[in-house]
């Protein structure tokens, strides 16, 4: 196995473009050492992005955020503008694992590891979150719902890496959640999950955006439960609609970490908890 | 030895302080070296190829590929190992898999190799040609006519007569007394049910880890992580062919071990290895490695049946237990089914274990082995019974507790124990007026574990500056070389600083059992007190010599020789210090020794109270108080015995919400790491409330009885209690994780939908 | 499998190794550097064992590559206390019996350290949050919390 730590976004692309064998991309690698360690991934190269300088920036971009590729969690928290425009999302990259994971643990390597489990990805889905793929053919950008297909898959091409995510602007009197069930305080990996943002006008929701995570091959962005929620005042009909939506919405299975029925139960649950949360967001502002 | 005198007029100067411990400093600066910290010039890497089968039959092994590649020194296989008739043959199979691989995990080879790297690709160079065959993981069904069989040798025993067709079922016992048909016709009120608990694992954070270098001649060393040294040292001498003084084996500093390093897995592996290769071996497991190739414990099925009369008392109780206890026999059934009711003094009781094995690993001992699974089941029953018939659960205990005089339902007659004494305490601790809220409940349960003396020897040196060395030679799992040095230093009347304890390794030390059944504190302490008593002797002897008066006419009083008798006040009183600096010029070194196999130490009896809060939308339960009440006898560090009641506790938590071995329909392990088995964090616990009850076992000259364990044995049943105070619903399966609690109230009609 | 030569600050020290490109941080420390402070309990990021600080941020030294330290500082619980001079955290983990077997005590340590230097004054639940990556299996966390606590009182009266 080789070991490059490029210094430019170039550098890594051509590095990934000429790579002969399996090559993997390495930004917190809370992921990918693990998948060392058990022998599921035996990588010829590996691509540190992390000496990149814009990979480790959040930069304000056309009123919303622009986070590259290599920040970790932790600096996501200690981020108060971006905290204060999306606390949904920024508490969903926050649930990734210990405080030592924190450290290390990026959004985009959670994007781009495609757990359906993943914990920031329904929340970046919810607040309609783009990918910046740069590749040997350029830059393209793509909504992140559409970078993972199924667990361990992407729609990544040869030599291409999501350089960063764009988080866009907050609108006004809108506010975003993400929860999480686990059986622990923390820890784990989430067993069913849920983001929702949504915008209020004269009270009614007047735009949501509902994500599921761990109920099915990849997180699933919910028309339905959105529907479910227009022009409510989230009262608790429009809640017993989002729930019913997000339980109707959940294809899961029965694993080690739940059962189809429980995840069933619980997205519901799940979904009308944050949206309550992502309401009172919405009102405080 | 007896207790000393009268407790009430006891008194201590050392005893029950609660001074640092010895090996603090090289814990809390990373000098202090475990199992894995030990390195050797020309080490090799050791590396275990497993089955990932769960049963198969081996049809060959060729590692002529994995022999031939740059860099391996050695490789082995069970045709390394002298196949065996006797009480190892279990121990030896299950080290390195002969003709059947019994287990998903199960060894089948070894490499020893110039880097990790080398080792890694040699495993992947042996092919074994496997046979796979039908498995069996659950208990009930391993049990069924028609279950897959493990061992066609496999004849039940304790069945008359003696069945003459293999089955996986090694063993039925029987424990009780009275006659529990009458006993039941008298009750009011009867209540049974079935329960489940799942295997779990010990966790220790430190995997096995050990360093073998071994002569071609045989002789050599061994460095591990183990609960037992002479234990390791005898059982590798014996696996390996070679003579039990020839290898002399060290104890690392231990990462726990909470019983399950009281046998080898890979430390005769690593001396086959370094014999063969004539080079050092270091083998350190991995944690996947750790769950599916150590010893976790059993699972079990349980049926329980007790009947009351009106006014609350036991008129009799049953029990069935099957406990799977992994590929071979020895489930820890029969100490389960001891335990099952000895904290109630019955006239009609009877329990029936049974011991299976079926496609998991060996299970090991886990603290306190078999009881928290009886009493979760006895302990839920004795919870419905007091709700039935209206009592508080601490009284309805109270009214049935085991006494000083009560027989046993395992047979011996108690002596002095202190279950009422734990119960009233609880029930006088503020937590137990605490009001509870909504969705939130309280458990009561009581446990109870015997607690072990065993093989013990230590040695006690009087060093030229009034120092003390002492050596014994059961690991320090918890503390104990604190106690040890505290013990020491009350009998000698000297301070605590001045005694120094270590583990001493085989080759300097006779023969001590591993450190379990709680018997550290009380069979090494009771042998530090003999040997600090010996060493005295001698001292005075000494003081005599330099006085020129009899031997008799010299006591030993707060650290010094005072002449007595008629020759009281003759001379100024000699300090232990005076007297070392001399002995070299009054007759040699002073020691003092003991070696004995401790006897009566006295039973350990716990009660705790939890208080949860359930989630009814999802199931999920949360900690909210937690309170042991456990009898010490006499706590010699009392700090470390609330560290042994938090300990034991938060692990009966763990095993009662979250931890399970999960098997997929393929016999293999679903959950073989930290992140899916799921033991209690930082954030899921509150702080833990600790009553140390000091009821004197008569046993011990201080009153002292083991306390590691009993802690774990009331969990289980009270976070159940708990969670069926606050939800209204009796689960009978643990753990209580949310899909199971969540299912149950939604069945029942009970959730929340936020 | 090719060397990588790495030059780093371990504990204010400028060293070097040389490592397989694969290997993590937590193995160059023990196996490269002869600092076995740190422990292996899983090699996932799950128990904490290995905590190590990384220019300045908690993290698994199992979850690092041995080539990430290029360029570096690395601090590890071997540099925590000052010569004869105990970390009050340290000191209180003694005091408290924080540690049965001691194991996770020097991951738990490093980690106690890094939230005490960004929050003076942590209450009970952001302490037990903070170290919800660091798993003792013998105390019931009990005590160390309270070590935590009482150094971090400690430490404010300077």
Not at chain 2, 38 to 54: K, M
């Amino acid at each position: 196995m080789r070991y490059e730590a490029p210094e430019t976004l170039d550098a890594a692309v051509s590095l990934l473009v000429r790579a002969g064998g399996a090559t993997k991309v390495l930004a917190g690698g809370t992921d990918l050492l693990v998948q060392m360690k058990a022998g599921t991934q035996e990588p010829d190269l590996i691509v540190d992005i992390k000496r990149i300088p814009e990979m480790r920036q959040i930069t304000a971009e056309k009123g919303g955020f622009r986070i590259g590729a290599a920040v970790p969690s932790a600096e996501l928290g200690e981020h108060k503008a971006l905290v204060a425009a999306w606390p949904g999302v920024v508490e969903a990259a926050r649930l990734i694992g210990s405080t030592q994971v924190q450290g290390r643990a990026t959004i985009v390597g959670n994007l781009c590891n495609a757990s359906p489990a993943a914990d920031s990805v329904p929340a970046m889905m919810a607040a309609d979150a783009v990918a910046r793929i740069v590749g040997p053919n350029g830059t393209r950008e793509v909504p992140v719902g559409e970078i993972a297909t199924a667990p361990g898959k992407t729609t990544l091409a040869k030599g291409e890496l999501v350089a960063s995510v764009f988080l866009p602007a907050r609108p006004a009197h809108a506010g975003d959640a993400y929860l999480r069930f686990i059986p622990r305080t923390e820890m784990d990996i989430a067993v069913v999950s849920c983001g929702i943002s949504l915008a209020l006008d004269g009270g009614k929701v007047a735009s949501a955006r509902v994500a599921l995570g761990a109920v099915a091959a990849r997180a699933l962005l919910v028309e339905e439960a959105a529907k479910a929620i227009l022009g409510s005042s989230l009262d608790e009909a429009a809640l017993d609609r989002l729930a019913a939506a997000c339980s109707a919405a959940a294809k899961p299975i029965d694993d080690k970490r739940g059962t189809k029925a429980f995840r069933i139960q619980v997205a519901g649950v799940l979904a009308r908890r944050a949206a309550g949360i992502a309401l009172k967001r919405a009102q405080a502002k | 030895m007896p207790l000393d005198n009268p407790p009430a007029k006891r008194s201590f100067k050392t005893v029950g302080t609660r001074p640092l411990r010895p090996d603090g400093l090289d814990k809390v600066t990373g000098r202090a070296r475990f199992g894995a910290d030990a390195t050797a010039p020309g080490l090799l890497v050791g590396r275990i190829l497993r089955s990932p089968h769960a049963h198969a039959k081996i049809k060959s092994i060729d590692i002529s590929k994995a022999l031939a590649l740059q860099g391996v020194k050695a490789v082995v296989t069970s045709a390394d190992f002298a196949d065996r008739t006797d009480g190892l043959r279990d121990v030896l199979v299950n080290v390195m898999a002969r003709d059947k691989a019994l287990y998903e995990g199960h060894a089948v080879a070894a490499v020893a190799a110039s880097t990790a790297e080398v080792a890694r690709k040699a495993l992947k160079l042996i092919k074994v040609d496997y046979e796979v065959l039908p498995h069996v993981t659950d208990v009930d069904e391993a049990m069924k006519p028609g279950a897959p069989v493990l061992h066609d040798d496999m004849f039940t025993k304790g069945v008359e007569p003696a069945p003459t067709k293999a089955s996986n079922i090694a063993l039925r016992c029987e424990f009780g007394h009275g006659d529990v048909e009458a006993g039941f016709k008298q009750a009011a009120v009867i209540l049974e049910d079935s329960f489940k608990t799942e295997a779990t694992h010990q966790g220790y954070i430190e995997p096995h880890a050990c360093l073998a270098n071994i002569a071609a001649d045989g002789q050599g060393e061994l460095w591990c992580c183990t609960q037992g040294h002479f234990m390791v040292r005898d059982t590798c001498a014996q696996l390996l062919g070679i003579e039990v003084s020839k290898l002399r084996v060290t104890a690392s500093e231990i990462g726990g071990g909470f019983g399950g390093k009281t046998t080898v897995f890979i430390e005769p592996v690593a001396c086959a290895l370094s014999k063969k290769a004539g080079r050092p071996v270091k083998i350190v497991m991995t944690r996947d490695e750790v769950f599916k190739a150590s010893g976790p414990t059993s699972s079990a099925s349980m049926d329980v049946k007790i009947g009351v009369s009106k006014d609350g008392r036991i008129t009799a109780a049953s029990a069935t237990l099957r406990y799977q206890g992994g590929a071979f026999a020895g489930s820890p059934v029969e100490m389960g089914a001891m335990c099952a009711f000895a904290c109630y003094d019955l006239e009609n009781v009877k329990v029936v274990g049974y011991d299976v094995v079926c496609n998991r690993p060996k299970q090991a001992a886990y603290r306190a082995p078999g009881a928290p699974m009886a009493a979760f089941a006895v302990e839920s029953i004795m919870d419905s019974l007091a709700k039935k018939i209206g009592l508080d659960p601490i009284d309805f205990r109270l009214k049935n507790a085991a006494k000083e005089g009560t027989k046993s339902s395992y047979g011996p007659t108690f002596g002095p124990i202190g279950l009422v004494e734990t119960l009233q305490a609880c029930k006088a601790h503020k937590n137990y007026a605490a009001k509870l809220g909504k969705n939130q409940g309280r458990g009561v349960s009581s446990g109870f574990w015997f607690n072990f003396g065993g093989q013990t020897c230590v040695s006690l040196n009087v060093n030229i500056d009034g120092t003390v060395g002492l050596s014994v030679g059961t690991p320090d799992i918890g503390g104990s070389r604190a106690s040890m040095s505290l013990m020491a230093a009350e009998e000698l009347g000297i301070a605590y600083e001045q005694v120094k304890t270590i583990i001493a390794d085989t080759a300097s030390l006779g023969y001590n059992d591993v450190t379990d059944g709680s018997r550290v504190t009380f069979a090494s302490g009771l042998a530090t007190i003999h040997a600090a008593r010996d060493a005295i002797k001698k001292l005075c002897a000494r003081a005599a010599k330099t006085w020129g008066i009899p031997e008799d006419a010299v006591v030993w009083e707060a650290g010094h020789a005072k002449p007595a008798g008629k020759n009281a006040g003759e001379f100024e009183p000699l300090s232990l210090a005076e007297i070392a600096a001399t002995v070299g010029n009054t007759g040699g070194p002073v020691a003092g020794h003991c070696e004995f196999n401790a006897e009566n130490a006295g039973p350990a009896f716990a009660s705790h109270v939890v208080d949860v809060e359930v989630d009814p939308a999802t199931g999920r339960t949360t900690v909210l108080r937690y309170l042991i009440a456990q009898d010490a006898g006499k706590a010699i560090h009392p700090t470390y015995v609330e560290g042994q009641f938090q300990g034991g506790a938060a692990q009966g938590v763990g095993w009662a919400l979250n931890e399970e071995y999960i098997y997929g329909a393929d016999g293999k392990l679903q959950n073989a790491g930290f992140l899916d088995y799921r033991v209690p964090v930082c954030s899921d616990l509150p702080m833990i409330d600790t009553v140390i009850v000091e009821v004197p076992n008569p046993g011990h000259p201080y009153g002292v009885r083991g306390v590691g364990e009993a802690s774990i044995v009331p969990p289980l049943a009270a976070v159940a209690n708990a969670v069926s105070d606050a939800v209204g619903i009796r689960l009978p399966q643990v753990p209580l994780s949310p899909p199971r609690v969540l299912a149950a109230l939604t069945k029942d009609g009970r959730n929340a939908k936020s | 499998m090719s060397g990588v030569h790495v030059s780093t600050t371990v504990n204010g020290d400028a060293l070097e190794f040389v490592c397989d490109a694969d290997e993590t941080l937590l193995d160059a420390l023990r196996n490269r550097l002869g600092l076995t402070g740190a422990k292996e309990g899983c090699g996932t990021g799950d128990c904490g064992a290995c905590s190590v600080m990384l220019d300045g941020r908690l993290v698994c030294s199992c979850l690092v590559l041995g080539a990430e330290a290029e360029g570096r500082k690395v601090e590890t619980i071997e540099g925590m206390a000052d010569g004869e001079a105990l970390h009050p955290l340290q000191q209180k983990f003694l005091e408290h019996a924080a540690l049965q077997c001691g194991i996770c005590t020097p991951g738990f340590l490093v980690a106690a350290k890094s939230l005490l230097e960004r929050n003076a004054d942590p209450s009970e639940h952001e302490v037990r949050f903070w170290l919800a990556g660091n798993l003792c299996r013998c105390t019931g966390y009990d005590k160390i919390v309270r070590a935590v606590l009482d150094a971090a009182a400690e430490m404010r009266k300077g």
